[in-house]
Protein backbone atom coordinates (compact mmCIF):
# COMPACT_ATOMS: atom_id res chain seq x y z
CA UNK A 1 0.00 0.00 0.00
CA UNK A 2 0.62 3.50 -0.85
CA UNK A 3 2.83 5.44 2.15
CA UNK A 4 0.43 7.77 2.86
CA UNK A 5 1.03 10.49 5.55
CA UNK A 6 -2.41 8.83 7.19
CA UNK A 7 -0.50 5.75 7.09
CA UNK A 8 2.17 7.02 8.87
CA UNK A 9 0.14 8.30 11.78
CA UNK A 10 -1.71 6.01 12.12
CA UNK A 11 1.34 3.78 12.34
CA UNK A 12 2.82 5.88 14.78
CA UNK A 13 -0.07 5.96 17.07
CA UNK A 14 0.40 3.56 20.16
CA UNK A 15 -0.72 3.56 23.63
CA UNK A 16 1.77 1.36 24.24
CA UNK A 17 4.20 2.85 26.95
CA UNK A 18 6.66 -0.43 26.36
CA UNK A 19 6.21 0.43 22.03
CA UNK A 20 7.24 3.91 22.48
CA UNK A 21 10.51 3.17 24.57
CA UNK A 22 11.11 0.42 21.76
CA UNK A 23 11.06 2.85 19.25
CA UNK A 24 12.85 5.79 21.02
CA UNK A 25 14.72 4.88 24.04
CA UNK A 26 15.41 0.74 23.51
CA UNK A 27 18.39 1.42 26.38
CA UNK A 28 15.51 1.96 28.84
CA UNK A 29 14.15 -1.23 28.29
CA UNK A 30 14.57 -4.25 31.34
CA UNK A 31 15.15 -6.57 28.34
CA UNK A 32 16.37 -5.24 25.35
CA UNK A 33 17.27 -6.16 21.61
CA UNK A 34 21.02 -4.86 23.43
CA UNK A 35 20.71 -8.20 25.63
CA UNK A 36 19.30 -10.43 23.40
CA UNK A 37 22.33 -10.91 21.18
CA UNK A 38 25.02 -10.84 23.94
CA UNK A 39 25.92 -13.42 26.70
CA UNK A 40 25.59 -12.18 30.02
CA UNK A 41 28.72 -12.79 32.07
CA UNK A 42 28.39 -15.79 34.61
CA UNK A 43 31.27 -16.29 36.97
CA UNK A 44 32.44 -19.44 34.30
CA UNK A 45 31.57 -21.92 32.43
CA UNK A 46 28.46 -23.73 34.11
CA UNK A 47 28.20 -21.33 36.90
CA UNK A 48 25.13 -19.45 37.30
CA UNK A 49 25.26 -15.67 37.68
CA UNK A 50 24.79 -14.40 41.38
CA UNK A 51 21.84 -12.41 41.90
CA UNK A 52 19.28 -12.15 44.43
CA UNK A 53 16.41 -14.35 43.90
CA UNK A 54 12.63 -13.20 45.10
CA UNK A 55 10.95 -16.59 46.07
CA UNK A 56 7.23 -17.33 46.87
CA UNK A 57 3.73 -15.95 46.47
CA UNK A 58 0.32 -16.60 46.70
CA UNK A 59 -2.58 -15.76 45.00
CA UNK A 60 -6.90 -16.69 46.24
CA UNK A 61 -9.83 -15.81 45.10
CA UNK A 62 -12.11 -14.99 47.73
CA UNK A 63 -15.59 -13.82 48.03
CA UNK A 64 -15.49 -10.36 47.26
CA UNK A 65 -12.65 -10.22 45.05
CA UNK A 66 -8.92 -11.83 44.88
CA UNK A 67 -5.53 -11.65 47.66
CA UNK A 68 -2.49 -12.04 46.96
CA UNK A 69 0.85 -12.09 49.33
CA UNK A 70 4.16 -12.42 48.92
CA UNK A 71 6.96 -13.55 51.59
CA UNK A 72 10.11 -10.97 52.54
CA UNK A 73 13.00 -13.05 51.73
CA UNK A 74 15.49 -12.95 48.71
CA UNK A 75 18.40 -14.95 48.29
CA UNK A 76 21.51 -15.47 46.40
CA UNK A 77 22.71 -18.71 46.43
CA UNK A 78 22.70 -20.18 49.88
CA UNK A 79 22.75 -16.58 51.70
CA UNK A 80 19.89 -14.63 51.91
CA UNK A 81 20.35 -11.41 50.30
CA UNK A 82 17.49 -9.40 51.82
CA UNK A 83 14.68 -10.21 54.73
CA UNK A 84 12.67 -6.81 53.30
CA UNK A 85 12.14 -7.10 49.68
CA UNK A 86 8.90 -6.96 48.53
CA UNK A 87 7.51 -8.69 45.97
CA UNK A 88 3.82 -7.91 45.66
CA UNK A 89 2.55 -4.53 44.49
CA UNK A 90 -0.20 -3.19 42.91
CA UNK A 91 -0.18 -2.68 39.22
CA UNK A 92 -3.11 -0.13 38.99
CA UNK A 93 -5.89 0.78 40.65
CA UNK A 94 -7.59 -3.14 39.92
CA UNK A 95 -5.14 -5.33 40.01
CA UNK A 96 -1.70 -6.70 41.37
CA UNK A 97 1.36 -8.18 40.41
CA UNK A 98 3.55 -10.45 42.55
CA UNK A 99 6.80 -11.97 41.34
CA UNK A 100 9.47 -14.94 41.67
CA UNK A 101 12.75 -15.04 40.18
CA UNK A 102 15.73 -12.55 39.43
CA UNK A 103 14.85 -9.76 41.94
CA UNK A 104 16.52 -7.11 40.08
CA UNK A 105 15.07 -8.01 36.26
CA UNK A 106 11.71 -8.66 38.17
CA UNK A 107 11.57 -5.01 39.53
CA UNK A 108 12.21 -3.05 36.41
CA UNK A 109 9.35 -5.20 34.91
CA UNK A 110 7.19 -4.92 37.57
CA UNK A 111 7.98 -0.51 37.49
CA UNK A 112 7.57 -0.90 33.34
CA UNK A 113 4.30 -2.74 33.48
CA UNK A 114 3.01 -0.07 36.15
CA UNK A 115 3.71 2.28 33.89
CA UNK A 116 2.35 0.60 31.11
CA UNK A 117 -1.35 0.57 32.49
CA UNK A 118 -0.96 4.02 33.53
CA UNK A 119 0.64 5.72 30.27
CA UNK A 120 -2.56 3.75 28.28
CA UNK A 121 -5.07 5.18 31.02
CA UNK A 122 -4.02 8.41 30.10
CA UNK A 123 -3.56 8.35 26.51
CA UNK A 124 -6.77 6.64 26.22
CA UNK A 125 -8.97 7.95 28.82
CA UNK A 126 -10.39 4.67 29.86
CA UNK A 127 -8.60 1.64 31.93
CA UNK A 128 -7.71 -1.76 29.89
CA UNK A 129 -9.55 -4.85 30.28
CA UNK A 130 -8.18 -6.96 32.82
CA UNK A 131 -7.55 -9.34 29.57
CA UNK A 132 -5.73 -7.03 28.42
CA UNK A 133 -3.61 -5.93 30.80
CA UNK A 134 -3.22 -9.99 31.57
CA UNK A 135 -1.91 -10.08 27.51
CA UNK A 136 0.23 -7.05 28.22
CA UNK A 137 2.17 -8.79 30.65
CA UNK A 138 2.54 -11.80 28.89
CA UNK A 139 4.07 -10.16 26.01
CA UNK A 140 6.58 -8.28 28.29
CA UNK A 141 7.84 -11.70 29.85
CA UNK A 142 7.99 -13.31 26.27
CA UNK A 143 10.29 -10.45 25.11
CA UNK A 144 12.47 -11.19 28.81
CA UNK A 145 13.21 -14.75 26.80
CA UNK A 146 16.67 -14.45 25.72
CA UNK A 147 17.59 -13.41 29.94
CA UNK A 148 15.45 -16.03 30.38
CA UNK A 149 17.70 -18.63 28.54
CA UNK A 150 20.57 -17.45 30.06
CA UNK A 151 19.34 -18.11 33.82
CA UNK A 152 17.81 -14.91 34.56
CA UNK A 153 14.17 -16.22 34.66
CA UNK A 154 11.48 -13.42 35.41
CA UNK A 155 7.95 -15.50 36.59
CA UNK A 156 5.05 -13.46 37.55
CA UNK A 157 1.23 -13.72 39.32
CA UNK A 158 -0.90 -11.58 38.35
CA UNK A 159 -4.40 -11.13 40.00
CA UNK A 160 -7.08 -8.31 39.38
CA UNK A 161 -11.19 -7.59 39.92
CA UNK A 162 -12.60 -7.77 36.47
CA UNK A 163 -15.04 -5.34 36.82
CA UNK A 164 -17.71 -6.25 33.92
CA UNK A 165 -18.04 -10.14 35.39
CA UNK A 166 -18.12 -8.55 38.97
CA UNK A 167 -15.04 -11.07 40.04
CA UNK A 168 -11.50 -11.68 40.77
CA UNK A 169 -9.56 -13.36 38.17
CA UNK A 170 -6.00 -15.12 38.77
CA UNK A 171 -3.27 -15.64 35.71
CA UNK A 172 -0.16 -17.52 36.31
CA UNK A 173 2.72 -17.36 33.19
CA UNK A 174 5.50 -19.28 32.26
CA UNK A 175 9.38 -17.63 30.96
CA UNK A 176 7.69 -17.70 27.65
CA UNK A 177 4.92 -15.68 28.01
CA UNK A 178 2.64 -17.95 28.13
CA UNK A 179 -0.92 -16.91 30.08
CA UNK A 180 -3.05 -19.40 31.94
CA UNK A 181 -6.00 -18.47 33.83
CA UNK A 182 -5.82 -20.17 37.47
CA UNK A 183 -9.15 -21.64 39.27
CA UNK A 184 -8.98 -21.20 42.73
CA UNK A 185 -5.36 -20.79 43.98
CA UNK A 186 -2.14 -20.37 43.03
CA UNK A 187 1.50 -19.78 43.63
CA UNK A 188 4.75 -19.13 42.21
CA UNK A 189 8.29 -19.41 43.46
CA UNK A 190 10.56 -21.81 44.96
CA UNK A 191 8.34 -22.70 48.31
CA UNK A 192 5.30 -22.72 46.02
CA UNK A 193 4.74 -26.64 46.12
CA UNK A 194 4.78 -26.72 50.21
CA UNK A 195 2.45 -23.44 49.75
CA UNK A 196 0.07 -25.44 47.37
CA UNK A 197 -0.23 -28.54 49.11
CA UNK A 198 -1.28 -25.94 51.88
CA UNK A 199 -4.02 -23.75 50.21
CA UNK A 200 -5.48 -27.49 48.71
CA UNK A 201 -6.33 -27.82 52.53
CA UNK A 202 -7.26 -24.28 53.72
CA UNK A 203 -9.34 -22.88 50.79
CA UNK A 204 -12.64 -23.12 50.32
CA UNK A 205 -15.38 -21.35 47.88
CA UNK A 206 -16.94 -18.11 49.31
CA UNK A 207 -14.56 -17.31 52.08
CA UNK A 208 -14.66 -14.18 53.81
CA UNK A 209 -12.19 -11.56 53.57
CA UNK A 210 -10.12 -12.06 56.50
CA UNK A 211 -10.31 -15.07 56.34
CA UNK A 212 -8.44 -15.70 53.49
CA UNK A 213 -6.02 -13.48 54.97
CA UNK A 214 -5.22 -15.86 57.67
CA UNK A 215 -5.26 -18.54 54.85
CA UNK A 216 -2.75 -16.86 52.28
CA UNK A 217 -0.33 -16.11 56.00
CA UNK A 218 -0.55 -19.81 56.67
CA UNK A 219 0.15 -21.10 52.92
CA UNK A 220 3.19 -19.00 53.29
CA UNK A 221 4.00 -20.07 57.04
CA UNK A 222 4.27 -23.61 55.49
CA UNK A 223 5.93 -22.67 52.52
CA UNK A 224 8.71 -21.00 55.10
CA UNK A 225 8.51 -24.32 57.20
CA UNK A 226 10.02 -26.26 54.43
CA UNK A 227 11.92 -24.27 51.91
CA UNK A 228 14.61 -22.64 53.30
CA UNK A 229 14.47 -19.81 50.62
CA UNK A 230 11.16 -18.19 51.91
CA UNK A 231 11.19 -16.17 54.87
CA UNK A 232 8.52 -16.55 57.43
CA UNK A 233 7.07 -14.45 59.53
CA UNK A 234 9.73 -12.73 61.61
CA UNK A 235 7.91 -11.23 64.97
CA UNK A 236 12.06 -10.47 66.16
CA UNK A 237 12.11 -7.68 63.54
CA UNK A 238 8.10 -7.03 63.13
CA UNK A 239 8.26 -8.75 59.59
CA UNK A 240 5.37 -9.25 58.47
CA UNK A 241 4.16 -11.34 54.38
CA UNK A 242 3.22 -7.98 52.17
CA UNK A 243 -0.83 -9.12 51.81
CA UNK A 244 -2.57 -7.02 48.89
CA UNK A 245 -6.95 -7.40 48.41
CA UNK A 246 -8.13 -6.26 45.08
CA UNK A 247 -12.14 -5.64 45.41
CA UNK A 248 -14.76 -3.50 43.67
CA UNK A 249 -13.21 -0.61 45.43
CA UNK A 250 -9.92 -0.99 44.11
CA UNK A 251 -6.61 -2.90 45.25
CA UNK A 252 -5.21 -1.79 49.06
CA UNK A 253 -2.58 -3.08 50.85
CA UNK A 254 -3.34 -4.84 54.67
CA UNK A 255 -1.66 -2.70 57.07
CA UNK A 256 0.75 -4.50 59.50
CA UNK A 257 -0.77 -4.61 62.45
CA UNK A 258 -3.07 -6.63 61.08
CA UNK A 259 -1.00 -9.09 59.41
CA UNK A 260 1.08 -9.16 62.97
CA UNK A 261 -2.02 -10.26 64.58
CA UNK A 262 -2.85 -12.72 61.77
CA UNK A 263 0.74 -13.90 62.31
CA UNK A 264 1.18 -14.51 65.80
CA UNK A 265 -2.65 -16.12 66.16
CA UNK A 266 -0.85 -18.82 63.37
CA UNK A 267 2.53 -19.32 65.19
CA UNK A 268 0.76 -19.53 68.56
CA UNK A 269 -1.32 -22.44 67.65
CA UNK A 270 1.48 -24.31 66.12
CA UNK A 271 3.17 -23.70 69.66
CA UNK A 272 0.49 -24.80 71.07
CA UNK A 273 -0.15 -28.07 69.16
CA UNK A 274 3.46 -29.31 69.52
CA UNK A 275 3.49 -30.83 66.44
CA UNK A 276 7.19 -31.44 64.55
CA UNK A 277 5.68 -31.72 60.89
CA UNK B 1 11.32 30.62 -13.70
CA UNK B 2 9.12 31.90 -11.43
CA UNK B 3 10.50 34.62 -8.46
CA UNK B 4 9.08 34.21 -4.60
CA UNK B 5 7.34 37.36 -3.66
CA UNK B 6 9.40 38.65 -1.02
CA UNK B 7 7.46 38.82 2.16
CA UNK B 8 9.23 40.61 4.92
CA UNK B 9 10.08 38.44 8.47
CA UNK B 10 7.64 41.40 10.84
CA UNK B 11 4.85 40.78 8.04
CA UNK B 12 4.86 36.76 7.97
CA UNK B 13 5.50 36.43 11.44
CA UNK B 14 2.19 39.19 12.31
CA UNK B 15 -0.01 36.97 9.75
CA UNK B 16 0.91 34.18 11.64
CA UNK B 17 -0.13 34.91 14.94
CA UNK B 18 -3.27 36.87 13.44
CA UNK B 19 -4.10 33.20 11.85
CA UNK B 20 -3.60 31.38 14.98
CA UNK B 21 -5.26 34.06 17.41
CA UNK B 22 -8.34 33.84 14.97
CA UNK B 23 -8.37 29.93 15.26
CA UNK B 24 -8.21 29.95 19.00
CA UNK B 25 -10.76 32.79 19.18
CA UNK B 26 -13.40 30.76 17.46
CA UNK B 27 -13.32 27.83 20.32
CA UNK B 28 -14.66 28.20 23.91
CA UNK B 29 -12.71 29.16 27.39
CA UNK B 30 -10.77 27.40 29.86
CA UNK B 31 -10.15 28.44 33.46
CA UNK B 32 -7.52 27.25 35.60
CA UNK B 33 -7.51 27.98 39.13
CA UNK B 34 -5.55 28.02 42.35
CA UNK B 35 -7.24 27.28 45.56
CA UNK B 36 -6.81 26.16 48.88
CA UNK B 37 -8.01 22.70 48.37
CA UNK B 38 -5.53 22.07 44.96
CA UNK B 39 -5.99 23.39 41.10
CA UNK B 40 -9.68 23.44 40.07
CA UNK B 41 -9.88 23.27 35.56
CA UNK B 42 -12.93 24.14 34.29
CA UNK B 43 -13.67 24.14 30.34
CA UNK B 44 -16.86 25.40 28.36
CA UNK B 45 -17.14 21.70 26.71
CA UNK B 46 -20.76 19.67 25.40
CA UNK B 47 -18.63 16.71 24.88
CA UNK B 48 -18.51 14.15 26.99
CA UNK B 49 -15.41 12.11 25.64
CA UNK B 50 -13.06 14.37 23.63
CA UNK B 51 -11.25 16.01 26.39
CA UNK B 52 -9.81 19.42 26.51
CA UNK B 53 -8.03 18.69 30.10
CA UNK B 54 -5.93 16.19 30.61
CA UNK B 55 -4.10 13.97 33.19
CA UNK B 56 -0.29 14.34 32.54
CA UNK B 57 1.28 13.35 35.52
CA UNK B 58 0.99 12.60 39.31
CA UNK B 59 1.02 16.18 39.91
CA UNK B 60 0.67 17.71 36.91
CA UNK B 61 -2.41 18.63 34.35
CA UNK B 62 -2.81 19.69 31.20
CA UNK B 63 -5.93 22.28 29.77
CA UNK B 64 -6.18 23.77 26.09
CA UNK B 65 -8.32 25.77 23.75
CA UNK B 66 -8.24 25.73 19.74
CA UNK B 67 -8.00 22.57 17.57
CA UNK B 68 -8.28 19.68 18.91
CA UNK B 69 -6.08 17.43 16.65
CA UNK B 70 -3.24 19.69 17.74
CA UNK B 71 -3.55 19.86 21.23
CA UNK B 72 -4.26 16.22 21.80
CA UNK B 73 -0.86 15.54 20.02
CA UNK B 74 0.42 17.75 22.44
CA UNK B 75 -1.33 15.71 25.27
CA UNK B 76 0.19 12.60 24.30
CA UNK B 77 3.35 14.08 23.51
CA UNK B 78 3.31 15.41 27.18
CA UNK B 79 2.30 12.20 28.99
CA UNK B 80 5.27 10.23 26.93
CA UNK B 81 7.61 12.99 27.89
CA UNK B 82 6.44 12.67 31.32
CA UNK B 83 6.13 9.11 31.39
CA UNK B 84 9.53 8.29 30.01
CA UNK B 85 11.25 11.06 32.16
CA UNK B 86 9.61 9.39 35.45
CA UNK B 87 10.63 5.93 34.77
CA UNK B 88 14.32 6.72 33.80
CA UNK B 89 15.01 9.20 36.20
CA UNK B 90 12.08 8.84 38.86
CA UNK B 91 8.76 10.20 39.67
CA UNK B 92 9.64 12.86 41.87
CA UNK B 93 11.89 14.33 38.68
CA UNK B 94 8.81 15.10 36.37
CA UNK B 95 7.92 18.94 36.89
CA UNK B 96 5.77 21.18 35.21
CA UNK B 97 8.37 23.88 34.34
CA UNK B 98 10.51 20.99 32.48
CA UNK B 99 7.10 20.09 30.58
CA UNK B 100 6.28 23.59 30.09
CA UNK B 101 9.33 24.12 28.77
CA UNK B 102 9.36 21.08 25.99
CA UNK B 103 6.32 22.44 25.25
CA UNK B 104 7.17 26.17 24.72
CA UNK B 105 10.05 24.80 22.29
CA UNK B 106 8.14 22.63 20.15
CA UNK B 107 5.40 25.35 19.70
CA UNK B 108 8.02 27.70 18.68
CA UNK B 109 9.61 25.53 16.45
CA UNK B 110 6.33 24.69 14.81
CA UNK B 111 5.62 28.50 14.59
CA UNK B 112 9.09 29.32 13.06
CA UNK B 113 9.11 26.48 10.84
CA UNK B 114 5.98 24.57 9.90
CA UNK B 115 4.11 26.07 7.27
CA UNK B 116 1.18 27.21 9.79
CA UNK B 117 1.54 27.69 13.14
CA UNK B 118 -0.39 25.89 15.93
CA UNK B 119 -3.56 27.28 17.05
CA UNK B 120 -3.74 26.22 20.48
CA UNK B 121 -3.01 27.94 23.78
CA UNK B 122 -1.90 25.77 26.53
CA UNK B 123 -1.92 25.69 30.13
CA UNK B 124 -0.02 23.35 32.01
CA UNK B 125 -0.64 23.12 35.75
CA UNK B 126 1.26 21.97 39.25
CA UNK B 127 -0.21 21.07 42.64
CA UNK B 128 2.26 21.78 45.47
CA UNK B 129 1.89 20.96 49.24
CA UNK B 130 0.36 24.84 49.51
CA UNK B 131 -0.88 27.32 47.26
CA UNK B 132 2.01 29.21 47.49
CA UNK B 133 3.93 26.13 45.55
CA UNK B 134 1.57 25.83 42.51
CA UNK B 135 2.83 26.14 39.37
CA UNK B 136 0.66 27.64 36.68
CA UNK B 137 2.33 28.02 33.06
CA UNK B 138 0.53 29.41 30.11
CA UNK B 139 1.76 28.47 27.02
CA UNK B 140 0.79 30.43 23.48
CA UNK B 141 0.93 29.34 20.03
CA UNK B 142 4.53 31.37 19.46
CA UNK B 143 6.18 29.26 21.81
CA UNK B 144 5.93 32.30 24.57
CA UNK B 145 5.36 31.13 27.97
CA UNK B 146 4.13 32.58 31.41
CA UNK B 147 4.36 31.39 34.91
CA UNK B 148 1.06 33.02 36.32
CA UNK B 149 -0.19 33.53 39.74
CA UNK B 150 -3.79 32.67 40.95
CA UNK B 151 -5.63 31.30 37.98
CA UNK B 152 -4.88 31.08 34.02
CA UNK B 153 -8.24 32.19 31.47
CA UNK B 154 -7.60 31.24 28.01
CA UNK B 155 -9.94 30.88 24.64
CA UNK B 156 -12.30 32.81 22.77
CA UNK B 157 -13.45 35.43 25.66
CA UNK B 158 -10.82 35.43 27.69
CA UNK B 159 -10.93 39.02 28.41
CA UNK B 160 -14.49 39.13 29.49
CA UNK B 161 -14.63 35.82 31.13
CA UNK B 162 -11.16 36.71 33.16
CA UNK B 163 -12.58 39.81 34.28
CA UNK B 164 -15.15 37.87 35.94
CA UNK B 165 -12.85 35.31 37.66
CA UNK B 166 -10.39 38.31 38.90
CA UNK B 167 -13.16 39.77 40.51
CA UNK B 168 -14.38 36.90 42.79
CA UNK B 169 -10.74 35.14 43.14
CA UNK B 170 -9.43 34.64 46.45
CA UNK B 171 -6.59 32.01 47.72
CA UNK B 172 -8.88 30.33 50.33
CA UNK B 173 -11.69 29.20 47.78
CA UNK B 174 -12.55 25.24 48.28
CA UNK B 175 -12.72 23.45 45.42
CA UNK B 176 -17.10 23.96 44.86
CA UNK B 177 -16.26 27.69 45.70
CA UNK B 178 -13.14 28.00 42.66
CA UNK B 179 -15.44 25.87 40.38
CA UNK B 180 -18.25 28.04 41.04
CA UNK B 181 -16.21 30.96 40.48
CA UNK B 182 -15.00 29.56 36.78
CA UNK B 183 -18.49 28.65 35.45
CA UNK B 184 -20.13 32.14 36.51
CA UNK B 185 -16.67 33.55 34.34
CA UNK B 186 -17.90 31.17 31.40
CA UNK B 187 -20.91 32.76 31.37
CA UNK B 188 -20.02 36.07 31.73
CA UNK B 189 -20.45 36.99 27.64
CA UNK B 190 -23.27 34.99 27.09
CA UNK B 191 -27.03 35.50 27.66
CA UNK B 192 -27.72 32.77 30.06
CA UNK B 193 -26.67 32.85 34.10
CA UNK B 194 -25.76 29.38 34.09
CA UNK B 195 -24.18 26.12 32.21
CA UNK B 196 -25.86 23.05 32.64
CA UNK B 197 -22.99 20.37 34.38
CA UNK B 198 -23.42 18.43 31.05
CA UNK B 199 -21.88 21.28 29.23
CA UNK B 200 -18.87 21.47 31.34
CA UNK B 201 -15.75 19.79 31.84
CA UNK B 202 -14.60 19.88 35.70
CA UNK B 203 -11.03 18.13 36.90
CA UNK B 204 -9.14 18.75 40.06
CA UNK B 205 -5.52 18.61 41.03
CA UNK B 206 -5.88 17.13 44.67
CA UNK B 207 -3.53 18.48 47.04
CA UNK B 208 -4.45 16.27 49.78
CA UNK B 209 -4.55 13.56 47.31
CA UNK B 210 -2.44 10.97 49.38
CA UNK B 211 -3.89 11.66 52.16
CA UNK B 212 -7.85 11.56 51.43
CA UNK B 213 -7.19 9.05 48.83
CA UNK B 214 -4.05 7.02 49.14
CA UNK B 215 -2.56 7.67 45.43
CA UNK B 216 -0.28 9.81 44.43
CA UNK B 217 -2.17 10.47 41.23
CA UNK B 218 -4.08 13.96 42.37
CA UNK B 219 -5.93 14.34 39.14
CA UNK B 220 -9.70 13.57 39.62
CA UNK B 221 -12.32 14.13 36.45
CA UNK B 222 -15.90 15.23 37.75
CA UNK B 223 -18.55 13.50 36.30
CA UNK B 224 -22.22 15.50 35.92
CA UNK B 225 -22.92 13.96 39.42
CA UNK B 226 -19.89 15.67 40.83
CA UNK B 227 -20.42 19.13 39.46
CA UNK B 228 -23.78 19.24 40.23
CA UNK B 229 -23.41 18.06 43.50
CA UNK B 230 -20.22 20.56 44.30
CA UNK B 231 -22.64 23.33 42.76
CA UNK B 232 -25.39 22.71 45.26
CA UNK B 233 -23.48 22.63 48.19
CA UNK B 234 -23.36 26.46 49.29
CA UNK B 235 -26.61 27.27 47.61
Redesign the interface.
Same mark, same amino acid.
Do not use: A
Given at each position: MQETTANQVAANATSSFTEHLQRQRPDLLPFGQHAAGQHVQTGGPGVPLQAPHGTTIVALTYAGGVLMAGDRRATMGNVIASRHIEKVFPADQYSVLGIAGTAGIALDITRLFQVELEHYEKIEGTLLSLDGKANRLGAMIRSNLPMAMQGLAVVPLFAGFDRPAGKGRLFSYDVTGGRYEEQEHHTVGSGSMFARGALKKLWRPNLPESDAVAVAVEALYDAADDDSATGGPDPVRQLWPVVYIVNRTGAYRVPERELAAVAGTIIESRAVAQREA | MTQQFYVSPEQLMKDRADFARKGIARGRSVVVISCREGIALVAENPSP $?L?KI???YDKIAFAAVGKYNEFESLR?AG??YA??R?? $?YDREDVTARGLASVYAQSLGAVFTAEQKPFEVELAVAEVGISPDEDHLYRLTFDGSIADEKGFIVMGGQADKVSEAVAAGWQGELDFAGAIRLALAGLVADKEADTLPASAVEVAVLDRGSESNR?TR?AFRRLDDADITASLGREN
Open positions: - | $SHGEIQVRDVGY $SGR
